[in-house]
């Protein structure tokens, strides 16, 4: 059977995420993203598509590596001034039934201990469909402002956030056993202390003594994603993530990030489809191939190259304001923007020597990812190709103006796809870790926070047992189903 195809839509509380200078677009809505209903409305256009969740990106700094400055950035919207995306998410929740959330918050900015409760508390308000982005970080400016100037060695933030993540699974699988709330109106019993009890973590970085404030939630532990490239954050992906966020130009990096990814979990004892893996895409749609690809170059108009190189040196750390837009990339001494030129060059088939502002009109919709443009028929039939010549199970689509860019793929290619039987035509019910596994509510025997639920209860049965049980959830009539299925990632409704 053909693999199903998966969509995130990819967004940020600002006004330029992906595309700067596409705000000014006459058709673009991001200038709202102050206004509540700016979101609300997306999120039921989604639910509507049919998308796993909206994925929400956050940074704590500004980008202001090009010309050693923010003045880039602020000129031109790119990523500043930006949200708290946390706010968001009750809103989005309270109009929808089934869209996922996934939150992208940093480890090195904020102490476990309130942390665990804000997501408890949200996958409580959600019913079960929060997510979380784990991020050490990537801004020196973030750190700076917290008085953090020594905090960005690479490895290092990630020893920091491993133990961020222990402290965390503690809070959430190993403080409160299952039955510990009692509600019970008679002896006026409403938690049975017995069965609550104090994580006693004394860390490197962290610790915490006491018990986790927040009773036990749908999922525990939210579906954890991570977007990590490095050595370092494949490993750390290997062991903690859930989902996987990848940015690969061509079909061929692609590929072989996934079957990367897909080894490194062998390594770590987890089974190669534990892990989903989004690819970053951008789709760009109409009625007609011709009429797509006029689309593509109105909004080519509007790209602006200095938000895009302002983006573009912070993700590859080299400061673009030092050349020429029409100087070729080969006269910048960087091996990681060569590489990257190289990828793009071969992406667009072009053979040429590409320039500084190559770079940029790439980087100008959609950041670092690709750019389908075509009819559904066309669209569809690229999806298909990148999917099956990748493994990648989905795809996390940025947009070049909003909502119109999910409204079109929403029109024009999801129901090509359902022609195909490659994507859902309806919802399953459950938590957002149940619809996108089909195995429950809880994280897997195989993931590393299992281990500290299983320390505070009997030892009768184990995780795996559990997912293939009603959780209490269920049991209440909260609407959380459970499947008996062993399919991990589930199974076109």
């Not at 993203?33 to 609300?40: A, G, K, V």
């Not at 590489?339 to 053979?351: H, L, M, Q, V």
Request: hydrophobic share 35%; with cysteine.
């Amino acid at each position: 059977m053909s693999a199903r195809i998966r969509f995130n839509a990819f967004d940020m509380n600002c006004v330029v995420h992906q595309s700067p200078g596409l705000w000014r677009h006459p058709d673009d809505h991001s200038a709202r993203y102050t206004d509540l209903d700016y979101w609300t409305e997306l999120a039921k256009l989604l639910e509507k598509g049919l998308f796993d969740g909206i994925f929400l990106a956050d940074v704590l700094g500004v980008y202001d590596l090009y010309g050693s400055s923010a003045a880039a950035a602020l000129r031109t919207g790119a990523q500043t001034p930006v949200g708290d995306p946390v706010p968001l998410v009750s809103a989005m929740a309270t109009v929808t039934e089934h869209l996922g959330f996934g939150l992208t918050t940093g480890t090195g900015f904020e102490h476990p201990f309130p942390f665990a409760r804000r997501i408890s508390t949200l996958d409580h308000l959600t019913r079960g469909r929060v997510g979380w982005n784990v991020v050490t970080g990537y801004l020196p400016s973030a750190a700076e402002n917290l008085g953090q100037s020594d905090a960005f060695d690479h490895d290092r933030r990630y020893d920091n956030a491993e133990e961020y993540l222990n402290v965390l699974y503690k809070l959430w699988e190993g403080s409160w056993e299952d039955e510990a709330v009692v509600a019970d109106r008679e002896s006026g019993i409403y938690v049975n202390p017995d069965k609550v009890h104090p994580i006693e973590h004394q860390g490197a970085q962290f610790t915490v003594p006491g018990i986790h404030v927040s009773a036990p939630s749908p999922q525990r532990t939210p579906v954890i994603y991570q977007a990590g490239a490095s050595p370092r954050g494949t490993e750390f992906a290997a062991t903690h993530a859930e989902a996987v966020f990848v940015a690969a130009p061509t079909k061929e990096k692609l590929a072989a990030s996934v079957a990367r990814l897909r080894a490194s979990l062998e390594s770590a004892g987890r089974e190669r489809d534990d892990v989903l893996v989004y690819a970053l895409l951008t789709i760009i749609t109409d009625g007609t191939d011709k009429a797509a690809q006029a689309k593509a170059a109105d909004f080519r108009e509007y790209v602006s190259s200095e938000g895009a190189l302002a983006l573009m040196s912070g993700w590859m750390g080299t400061d673009f304001s030092g050349y020429e837009l029409d100087e070729p990339i080969g006269h910048i001494e960087s091996n990681a923007v060569q590489s990257a030129a190289e990828a793009f060059r071969r992406a667009a088939g072009d053979d040429r020597e590409w320039t500084v502002r190559d770079l940029a009109e790439w980087g100008g919709i959609g950041g670092l990812g690709p750019v389908l443009v075509g009819s559904g028929e066309s669209i569809a039939d690229q999806l298909e190709s990148w999917v099956d010549e990748t493994g990648v199970d989905g795809f996390n689509l940025a947009y070049a103006v909003t909502p119109g860019t999910f409204a079109d793929v929403i029109t024009h290619v999801v129901p090509v796809l359902q022609r195909r039987g490659r994507y859902p035509t309806a919802y399953e019910y459950g938590t957002l870790r149940h619809k996108l596994f089909g195995g429950g509510d809880r994280v897997s025997s195989t993931h590393p926070a299992d281990q500290h639920h299983r320390r505070i209860h009997t030892g009768t049965h184990s995780r795996s047992d559990d997912a293939a049980r009603p959780s209490s959830h269920a049991d209440s009539g909260a609407g959380y189903l459970v499947s008996t299925g062993s399919n991990r990632k589930g199974s076109l409704p």
